[in-house]
T-cell receptor, first 117, second 117 residues
Framework: AQKITQTQPGMFVQEKEAVTLDCTYD???????LFWYKQPSSGEMIFLIY??????QNATEGRYSLNFQKARKSANLVISASQLGDSAMYFC??????????????FGQGTILTVHP | AAGVIQSPRHLIKEKRETATLKCYPI?????VYWYQQGPGQDPQFLIS???????DKGSIPDRFSAQQFSDYHSELNMSSLELGDSALYFC????????????????FGPGTRLTVL
C-alpha cells in the first residue's frame, strides 16, 4: 500500500496567489514526521517544512505552511503569494517512528507546480 | 551555511563497469542516507549510516555497497552497472536529536547523475 499519496500530478497557479498541494499518508505508528521538499528542474532537493505527529500547531516557514489534519492523515502544503521561482516538483515525505527503520524517508509521487505570470 | 557535498556531479559509465559516488555530510551531522531517483520517479531509500555503522537498508541491489568513514564522509560503490542503474543519486545528512530519529531533518546534496551506456 502506498504510504504517501499525492493525488495532484500537476497544479497551476497565478503569480501572487496561494496554492495548496495535497498529501495523505498511511501509518500505524504514533510517532512520525512529515516533510515537504522542493525539487526544481536543476534536480536538487530543497527542504521546505517539517511537521511532527505530536505537534499541535501547524508548522509555518515563511510563505510555506503545513495544514496538518491528523485524524484525516493529511499534511497539505500551502504556499502563499506564489512566485515564478516556486515552479518545481514538490514531494511530500514521511519518516515513521522508531523500530526496524532508523529514519528513512518515504516519498510520494510528487506534484509539479507551475506558476503563471 | 555549509551543505552536503556530493562528487562527482555527473558520471557516465558503460555497462558492467564500476562507479564510486562520494558524499560529504554537513559538518557535525552524524547520519548519512543514500537515495536513488530514477527518471520521473520519487526518491527511493537505499541505505543509511549512523555514527559510521549501517543503520538501515532499503532496496539496495547486492551489486551496491556503501560505507561511512571515520571523518563521516560516505561512499556508495556500484559494480556490474546495468542500464537500469541510470538515475540521480542523492546523499542526505542529518543530526539525530537524541532519541528523536523521526524529527531530525534530512538535508540533501545536489545529487550525482549517473548515466550507464
Amino acid at each position: 500500500a502506498q504510504k504517501i499519496t499525492q493525488t495532484q500530478p500537476g497544479m497551476f497557479v497565478q503569480e501572487k496567489e496561494a496554492v495548496t498541494l495535497d498529501c495523505t499518508y498511511d501509518t500505524s505508528d504514533q510517532s512520525y514526521g512529515l516533510f515537504w521538499y522542493k525539487q526544481p528542474s536543476s534536480g536538487e532537493m530543497i527542504f521546505l517544512i517539517y511537521q511532527g505527529s505530536y505537534d499541535e500547531q501547524n508548522a509555518t516557514e515563511g510563505r510555506y505552511s503545513l495544514n496538518f489534519q491528523k485524524a484525516r492523515k493529511s499534511a497539505n502544503l500551502v504556499i502563499s503569494a506564489s512566485q515564478l521561482g516556486d515552479s518545481a516538483m514538490y514531494f511530500c515525505a514521511m519518516r515513521e517512528g522508531l523500530g526496524a527503520s532508523y529514519g528513512k524517508l518515504t516519498f510520494g509521487q510528487g506534484t509539479i507546480l507551475t506558476v503563471h505570470p | 551555511a555549509a551543505g552536503v557535498i556530493q562528487s562527482p556531479r555527473h558520471l557516465i559509465k558503460e555497462k558492467r563497469e564500476t562507479a564510486t559516488l562520494k558524499c560529504y555530510p554537513i559538518p557535525r551531522h552524524d547520519t548519512v542516507y543514500w537515495y536513488q531517483q530514477g527518471p520521473g520517479q520519487d526518491p527511493q531509500f537505499l541505505i543509511s549510516f549512523y555514527e559510521k555503522m549501517q543503520s538501515d537498508k532499503g532496496s539496495i541491489p547486492d551489486r551496491f555497497s556503501a560505507q561511512q568513514f571515520s571523518d563521516y564522509h560516505s561512499e556508495l560503490n556500484m559494480s556490474s552497472l546495468e542500464l537500469g542503474d541510470s538515475a540521480l543519486y542523492f546523499c542526505a545528512s542529518s543530526l539525530v536529536a537524541g532519541y528523536s530519529f523521526f524529527t531530525d531533518t534530512q538535508y540533501f546534496g545536489p545529487g550525482t547523475r549517473l548515466t550507464v551506456l
